[in-house]
């Protein structure tokens, strides 16, 4: 009695078209980057003792350097704090309108898109060479910069976490008879405030680390020490500066997942 | 007829009152902080001619340097910084799933220490300069961008482990359950459950910080990691604009077109 | 008194952008104050019914009458005023988890005020002591204050109810209003519907899967397969048997 | 790639390439700069007659480290980092980059060519300030500390013509680039900058009148140009071929056409490490200043 | 023939983490290869209660055995085992969305294969066969390398059932396997959850919010309130009335 005809499957899943397509593809690339930059597994493990180097001579912080850098630090902290706020405000009606469930005028949508995409691909150092150039050194051009980065960021998060709320909050006030305005206040707000939370948190976590790049451009903050820091040879205050950001990050870090739980 | 809204009662109504005057001070404070702690500087003198030179540079953009078969030109480097960007976010990929495994908070731990050991270790890696990293990574294997891939490997576990991990917290344990009462060992649930109900979104982040590397790739060019980074560094600290105009073109193209390929595939594959 | 209709079907099409046919050919008449309960299989065209009344879905041919008054030509304010005049309850109850009871039972009112108005909050004493009201007629006034994902189901729908009674409706749309809910929720949502319909003369527009629920509270059942009706009879009229009929298979 | 390039075959007498890695980082006073390797590996290649790469970085640190690492050969460093890397890893200076004098007023190049360069006080022409002692109680636009010609060589100067930048009421101001430094000037931003002779040429673009309202009230000595400095262990045999190949790829007209364009090297002259005994007595000086 | 029963609870006691009651000295017996339906408001503790017997939820205190042997104690291995006997459905499907239907399905098998097998999809030509036979006994045959996600809800409720039957169950529990279906998809799962009962002799335990469907279908009922039995009795002896006690609120 046991033997049942199994149904024949369809081609393209019988001879697992997809999957060895995708296999191939993703390993053509893989070997052609590889060839391009020159990958060598083996040298890698060989000069292992190399790549260690630098941690050994990290591994003294020399913490007298800590009061030197605490007030760059609180720069950092004051210029990522300010660009990300500057940047999520003006975020929240761009991401609105790019919202292809709340906007549905394609044209519209299609414009916003393209300009926060353009925002996005601007390269931060380019963003900090030019805002330099315009505000001079210091915090006015760190802060525009990474308010132009986090805007770029944000609304895109964003825009992608509005498209994914619950549709039915909003047919209810439509059906109520309230207007967009209303609605978007009523119903979009309120379910997306804890993301908001925690994407604003993760962009500002992502600033302060970013200034230390932004500094080897003058614009400001503790990247200026690290740089320094590297061209005097002096890891051991490398790591001093190292391990205060990764104090901030991690107040912010805790903060985040704090707040996710609290308000999810 | 008359009805009164019911009271709250007391307690609550205190505490949430002051709760919410509690979060207005300390985000005033916060706020008035890092406004006072920072002078501002305002619109230089220059800034009229530096912007103007600027933009012609940017509307002028250096054609020249577009292709011209030597290797060092926009094309291949900017191919050169995608190699990259690809290759380390692959491997970042893969090593980040047993961590965002580790780091991802689960049910009855006690006091939370596995998954608090590797939100920590999470939180360094991503702390670590990519500077410094690329730096170490040319002391083992010399400069050029496979450093640069070893780099963007390594710092890359630091963001996608966290976005994993939550992931991992926020999913639908539905199919595990149903693994486990059917008798499945961990392994069996693991792959047969867990991965594909997370598959969609590890990918989704997979692509998104394809994006973030490509553009963080320029800044691996500042120390010789390879990429478009080095002649942008360049062109900028010599106010070469319409060089800096060309390669801008350049990346924001190459951003454009990545967008709307990784848009298609996620698409496709979720 | 020979009523007016409240909402007549004439001719009424709908097919969905991909070719789905939704409604074929609807032909009928509410009238005022009617209990009406629709019936029919999983996708069958109930909801799709539902939503052509206050235009949540357009439909392709023919015409729908509200008060004697085409609403095809709506628009803008007229019809946000429309919607105003319809309640919809919504089969998983659309209402803003996050927001509070107050908050959501509030929100359907935003249509008398102004928009600036209902974004700040303003709304009036009257109005507040509205919402208690609203809440008190379905027992639960005293969660005015919690969050509406605090809430069990069946209240959870209660709120929902609450919120369309804000909005003074002459009309009562409720989609599967009782889904997943148990038999004593089920119970307390119908009978509050059936009392709003005798005690406030509000016409209710119901989809239900339960046929002994329709026979119930019903005072017509309308019974629809694959978009079109294939039954409809007063309540004194339907059989067990004739039911049934609707529920078979194509 | 840069592959298995140089595996430590070094023997009794030294480490002898069979492929050689070269980085290159500007010099601070190089007034333009490209990012490109690959003309300079196919001239070295020819006279070496084994394989080169050259690879390009905007910060030294990389290099000195990837040298002491073993993974670059040959590097093309600026005197600072060239000291700093002899310190920690015993790289030997082979040559000095030879580039056109400057004439005052108005940086332009002479036909002399120079293996050293130096750095200027500029101030804007109507501020009033004529010497160094009027820098008194003003603001100064600075490099970076570790800068030979945006801090340590003005900065001791000024302290052997009795000005001392850490007291005397000064204010400084760090910058990043020379550019800056001298754009803070022109929009007075700061009364006064520390740059390399020929910054200016950078914002003249930018800027047409910059050379006259910006102008230098002191020139300091001589800084010795960017080097050529190899690996310490190299054999003696390889430092002599490498040195000669740069100096005859200069010579040629195409050789010269490229390293005049991408890096604005003129030339180059033998050099010993004594030439950097300077440099170390400004670094000691420019550090007691600092206590 | 007197039948040992294959599960009974003895004191049994659950409170879960932040102090609610889930159960409350449970004390009853299932004889093999009964139909048992447990009613209940919601919050009664009815998942609870199912989820106890394969230790999905662990007990406070009390013993549950299952075919004679105290459950308590299982670990790694023969904990496995033990879930291999009882197959459970959930009421919301518990599917891998994105795997096809014959994963699905082949996924109730893991646990006669080694880690590695199931892993890399080595099921045995017996074991696809089977799958097909338990689709086809769920009449979806034709489903078989449809994406779990393209299914309507029935049709993934019996996909559901259909992994079940690969385990070779001996017990099944089923939680609210009807919520949301409509009347005929509800027949036809109940029919095959009866069926399996009857000629594959397997125990078959329900939680159900219909008293209706409870009566069609059981050999007995258990109500639950608060946590606690407070009706059991076979069907011949249920009453109307009785059930009604059930739902009232406390
Ligand atoms: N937005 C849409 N686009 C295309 N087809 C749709 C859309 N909405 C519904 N349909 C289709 O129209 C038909 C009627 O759907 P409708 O939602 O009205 O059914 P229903 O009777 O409410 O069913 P249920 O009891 O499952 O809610 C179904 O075949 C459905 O697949
Ligand atoms: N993980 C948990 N932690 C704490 N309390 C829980 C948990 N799961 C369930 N409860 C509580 O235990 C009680 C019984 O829950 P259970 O899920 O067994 O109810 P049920 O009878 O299945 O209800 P429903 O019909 O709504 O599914 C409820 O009061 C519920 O809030
Ligand atoms: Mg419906
Ligand atoms: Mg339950």
């Known amino acids: 009695m046991m033997t049942t005809q199994v149904p024949r499957r369809p081609w393209l899943q019988r001879w697992h078209v997809k999957p060895i397509g995708w296999t191939l593809v993703i390993l053509i690339l893989l070997v052609a980057s590889s060839r391009m930059t020159g990958v060598d597994v083996g040298m890698f493990f060989n000069n292992l003792g190399q790549f260690t180097d630098l941690l050994v001579r990290m591994s003294q912080p020399a913490w007298d350097y800590l009061p030197v850098i605490l007030h760059p630090l609180y720069e950092t902290?004051?210029?990522?704090?300010?660009?990300?706020?500057?940047?999520?405000?003006?975020?929240?009606?761009?991401?609105?309108?790019?919202?292809?469930?709340?906007?549905?005028?394609?044209?519209?949508?299609?414009?916003i898109r393209l300009m926060l995409d353009l925002v996005r691909t601007l390269p931060d150092l380019l963003l900090a060479a030019i805002f330099v150039a315009i505000f001079g050194i210091g915090s006015t051009a760190g802060v525009v910069t990474l308010a132009i980065f986090s805007f770029g960021m944000v609304s895109k998060l964003f825009y992608e976490v509005i498209e994914t709320i619950d549709m039915g909050p909003l047919e209810a006030l439509e059906s109520v008879g309230a207007n967009k305005l209303t609605i978007i206040w009523y119903a979009v707000l309120p379910q997306i405030m804890n993301q908001f939370v925690s994407y604003f948190l993760y962009t500002l976590e992502f600033n302060v680390r970013a200034s230390t790049v932004l500094g080897y451009l003058g614009a400001g903050g503790i990247g200026v020490f690290l740089q320094r820091s590297l061209n005097e040879f002096n890891y051991s205050q490398t790591a001093v500066i190292i391990l205060a950001t990764l104090v901030v990050v991690m107040a912010i870090d805790g903060i985040s997942n704090h707040l996710r739980r609290v308000l999810l | 007829m008359q009805t009164t809204i019911s009271k709250k009662p007391a307690t609550l109504t205190l505490w949430r009152r002051w709760n919410w005057l509690l979060w207005i001070a300390i985000v005033a404070v916060i706020y008035t902080w890092a406004i006072t702690g920072l002078h501002f500087t305002g619109l230089q003198e220059s800034a009229a001619s530096v912007s103007r030179s600027i933009v012609h540079g940017l509307v002028q953009p250096d054609w020249p340097y577009v292709y011209n078969g030597s290797g060092e030109d926009l094309v291949s480097l900017i191919l050169q910084t995608l190699a990259i960007a690809f290759l380390g976010t692959i491997i970042s990929s893969l090593i980040s799933v047993p961590f965002a495994f580790w780091a991802a908070r689960g049910g009855k731990e006690w006091l939370h220490v596995r998954s608090g050991s590797g939100k920590v270790v999470l939180t360094l890696i991503r702390t670590f300069p990519e500077i410094v990293l690329a730096i170490m990574f040319i002391k083992a294997v010399g400069p050029g961008s496979y450093a640069g891939v070893l780099a963007v490997s390594i710092h890359s576990i630091g963001m996608l482990g966290k976005l994993f991990s939550e992931a991992i917290e926020n999913m639908d344990r539905g199919a595990d359950e149903a693994i486990t009462s059917a008798g499945g060992n961990s392994a069996q649930i693991f792959m047969l459950a867990t991965l594909p109900t997370i598959m969609p979104e590890f990918i989704s982040y997979t692509l998104y910080r394809f994006e973030i590397a490509v553009r963080s790739a320029s800044i691996l060019g500042m120390v010789g990691a390879g990429g478009i980074g080095t002649p942008m560094i360049f062109a900028i600290q010599t106010r070469n604009w319409p060089r800096v105009g060309i390669i801008l073109l350049g990346i924001v193209l190459m951003v454009l077109l990545i967008d709307t390929l990784s848009e298609q595939l996620r698409k496709r594959l979720i | 008194m020979d009523k007016t209709p409240?909402?007549?079907?004439?001719?009424?099409?709908?097919?969905?952008?991909?070719?789905?046919?939704?409604?074929?050919?609807?032909?009928?008449?509410?009238?005022?104050?009617?209990?009406?309960?629709?019936?029919?299989?999983?996708?069958?065209?109930?909801?799709?019914?539902?939503?052509?009344?206050?235009?949540?879905h357009e439909i392709t041919s023919g015409e729908i009458r509200v008060e004697g008054e085409s609403i095809k030509a709506y628009k803008g304010r007229s019809l946000r005023l429309l919607r105003r005049k319809i309640g919809m309850i919504f089969q998983n109850f659309n209402l803003v988890k996050r927001s509070s009871v107050a908050k959501n039972v509030l929100s359907g009112r935003v249509s008398y005020y102004a928009t600036w108005q209902s974004i700040l909050g303003l709304f009036s004493a009257t109005d507040k002591q509205k919402a208690v009201q609203a809440l008190q007629r379905v027992s639960l006034a005293e969660k005015l204050y919690a969050r509406a994902d605090e809430l069990s189901g069946g209240q959870q729908q209660r709120v929902a109810i609450a919120r369309t009674l804000m909005q003074d409706p002459k009309i009562i749309l409720a989609d599967e209003p009782i889904a997943s809910l148990d038999p004593l929720t089920t119970k307390t949502v119908m009978d509050i519907l059936k009392r709003l319909n005798q005690e406030d003369g509000i016409t209710v527009i119901v989809n239900l899967h339960s046929v002994a629920l329709a026979r119930e509270y019903a005072d017509r059942i309308v019974g629809l397969r694959a978009g079109e009706v294939v039954y409809d009879e007063p309540i004194a009229d339907v059989t067990e048997a004739d039911l049934n009929r609707v529920y078979q298979t194509v | 790639g840069c592959g298995k390039t140089t595996a430590s075959t070094s023997g009794s007498k030294g480490y002898a390439p069979k492929k050689l890695t070269v980085e290159f980082v500007p010099s601070s006073n190089a007034g333009t700069i490209e990012a490109k390797a690959k003309p300079l590996e196919g001239l070295l290649k020819k006279q070496l007659g084994i394989p080169v790469t050259v690879s390009v970085s905007t910060d030294y640190n990389t290099i000195v480290e990837a040298m002491g690492s073993k993974k670059v050969d040959v590097g093309f460093l600026p005197p600072d980092a060239y000291v700093l890397a002899h310190k920690q890893y015993h790289d030997k200076v082979l040559l000095q980059a030879q580039r056109h004098g400057l004439t005052e007023p108005g940086d332009k190049a002479n036909t002399e060519l120079v293996d050293y360069y130096r750095s200027q006080i500029l101030v804007r022409k109507d501020s009033g300030i004529k010497s160094v002692k009027d820098l008194k109680g003003k603001k100064i636009a600075v490099q970076d500390t570790t800068s030979t010609a945006g801090w340590i060589y003005p900065a001791v100067e000024m302290l052997d013509q009795g000005v001392n930048i850490n007291k005397d009421g000064i204010q400084t101001v760090t910058v990043k680039g020379h550019d800056q430094g001298v754009l803070s000037v022109y929009n007075k931003n700061t009364d006064a900058a520390f740059v390399f002779q020929g910054a200016r040429n950078l914002v003249k673009k930018d800027e047409k009148d910059i050379m006259s309202k910006v102008v230098p009230i002191y020139t300091t000595g001589k800084i010795p140009n960017d080097t050529i400095t190899v690996r310490g262990d190299m054999t003696g045999k390889w430092q002599k071929k490498i040195a000669t190949a740069f100096k005859q790829i200069a010579k040629t007209k195409k050789g010269h056409a490229i390293i005049s364009s991408v890096y604005t090297h003129e030339g180059y002259t033998d050099s010993k490490d004594s030439n950097f005994n300077i440099i170390r007595q400004y670094d000691k000086k420019a550090k007691a200043l600092d206590k």
């Open chain 1, 77 to 111: 902290i004051q210029m990522a704090i300010l660009g990300t706020t500057i940047g999520a405000t003006f975020a929240v009606p761009f991401a609105v309108l790019a919202a292809s469930n709340l906007v549905h005028n394609r044209w519209l949508r299609g414009i």
């Open chain 3, 6 to 56: 409240i909402i007549s079907f004439k001719n009424v099409n709908k097919v969905y952008d991909n070719g789905t046919v939704g409604l074929k050919n609807i032909n009928f008449e509410i009238p005022q104050g009617e209990f009406l309960v629709v019936v029919g299989l999983s996708g069958a065209g109930k909801s799709t019914l539902l939503r052509t009344i206050n235009r949540m």
